[in-house]
């Protein structure tokens, strides 16, 4: 340590759960390369550090520290919403109805095929924003409403660029197979994906123009079978992406049967999953990314948490962000997940951390305060944890910081005297 370089911040912290090994009042310190530096009972750590200079101490006594929330699952960048569609649903309509009558996802192609990639960076920065500030540290982002190679580039570049603009993580997706575009089948559909889609991303790969990390599909009745699931996987598998798809969703499909056999990371949704499937998933830890907010909305039948949680699956959680389901907050998630999916608060937390942070291949380095791990942190105004799920739509006076690698990338100053209330 350099006491001439102010090199860290040190948070003065409560723990965040009963499990915590440290006693009651604990620290961390935040390195400028982003990582924990330490964490630990709070006089062991002022010992360790009675040296350094720090860049900033945060009190948080009477505050808990979390890690930054992880959302496994979101479609963020599109043009044209689709609040009109939301009154047909709730008149009766189903998701399927509108989808086959030409709306649905095939609305939002021609609106996002129509707008320029300025117009999709800006609205897909801000919606990043507010996830941010509702506490998600990292995030999924799926293309998948170009359908043509030109239009997924574009939303692929936007994706690139906010990567490496803004402060917050993304696990980019490949999502070209989230419908079968106007004029083709299924198995056009596939073809184009397998032979050209794939081949570009792959040469994009390796002239470092767009790194994509996962491909994903709408594996449905009336979007794509089984069967050009399973081509379009493992021709991006063997491109190098993981495997992370929908399904089970509307109609059982044997996704979950599928997603074991091809090593996928995640298969999402699973409202309709099979016995077999979740004996299948929990056997090849293939992950279940449960999107409460979607069953809420179309009022599905809710997935079987428990059932899953039980046989040992990894369950993690997604807000699913796109123009049928407009939620960006990992904490509403949470609090959906506890009441209609029957999670305890404890398992919601790691679904929407650790196990979020599986999901992405990145569970090494995020979704957990540990030493050696990206400093992604939530402070929230309470001395009791779980107030960030109990409070539903509470999150934007609970929550004081979030911090990103490090970094305060949001600071909440109105959360004191808010939260009193
Ligand atoms: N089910 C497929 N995809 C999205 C919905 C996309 C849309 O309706 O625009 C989902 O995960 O819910
Ligand atoms: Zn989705």
Same mark, same amino acid.
């Given at each position: ?49 009675? =040296?350094? +200079?720090?860049?900033?101490?945060? @009190? ?5 520290? #979390? *890690?930054? &929330? ?112 106007? =004029?083709? +089948?299924?198995?056009?559909?596939? @073809? ?5 889609? #794939? *081949?570009? &991303? ?128 990992? *904490? ?90």
């Amino acid at each position: 340590l350099s006491s001439s370089s102010p090199s860290f911040i040190l948070l003065s912290m409560m723990s965040y759960g009963m499990e915590y090994p440290f006693g009651q009042l604990g620290s961390a310190v935040l390195a400028v390369d982003g990582c924990i530096k330490a964490v630990g009972q709070a006089d062991v750590i002022r010992n360790q550090f009675s =040296g350094a +200079t720090f860049e900033r101490i945060i @009190d948080c006594s009477g505050k808990c520290v #979390l *890690p930054g &929330l992880v959302d496994a699952h979101t479609h963020p960048v599109w043009a044209g919403d689709r609040v009109h569609e939301f009154a047909m649903k709730l008149a009766g309509a189903s998701y399927m109805e509108i989808h086959q009558a030409g709306g649905g996802i095939h609305f939002t192609v021609e609106h996002t095929q129509n707008a320029t990639e300025e117009e999709l960076f800006n609205t897909f920065k801000h919606r990043l924003e507010r996830m941010r500030n509702a506490g998600s540290t990292l995030v999924e982002c799926k293309s998948g409403y170009g359908l043509n190679l030109e239009t997924e580039l574009k939303m692929l570049r936007v994706i690139e660029r906010a990567k490496q603009s803004m402060d917050i993580g993304i696990s980019s997706t490949y999502c070209g197979a989230h419908s079968v575009p106007k =004029g083709k +089948t299924a198995t056009e559909a596939t @073809d184009d994906i397998i032979n050209n889609h #794939l *081949p570009k &991303l792959k040469e994009l790969k390796l002239s470092g123009e767009i790194h994509v990390n996962n491909i994903d599909v709408f594996c449905e009745k009336g979007v794509f079978d089984l069967e050009s699931t399973r081509r379009i996987l493992q021709a991006g598998k063997n491109i190098g992406l993981q495997l992370n798809f929908h399904g089970d969703e509307l109609h059982p499909m044997k996704s979950a049967e599928l997603g074991a056999e091809l090593g996928a990371r995640a298969v999402s949704h699973l409202e309709e999953v099979s016995d077999e499937g979740i004996t299948a998933m929990a056997r090849a830890k293939c992950a279940a990314v449960l999107l409460p907010t979607t069953a809420y909305m179309l009022r599905l039948k809710q997935p079987q948490a428990r059932k899953m949680l039980d046989e040992g699956v990894i369950v993690a959680l997604g807000s699913d962000f796109n123009p049928n389901a407009y939620c960006f907050s990992m *904490p509403m998630v949470m609090h959906l997940a506890c009441v209609n999916m029957k999670m305890s608060m404890n398992e919601a937390l790691a679904a929407a951390t650790i196990n979020a942070a599986y999901v992405l291949g990145k569970s090494d380095t995020h979704g957990s305060i540990e030493t050696g791990k990206q400093g992604d942190l939530v402070i929230i105004n309470s001395s009791r944890w779980e107030h960030l799920i109990y409070q539903f739509g509470g999150h934007e006076a609970l929550i004081n910081y979030v911090i990103v690698k490090g970094q305060v990338v949001y600071e909440n100053e109105r959360c004191e005297t808010m939260s009193s209330y």
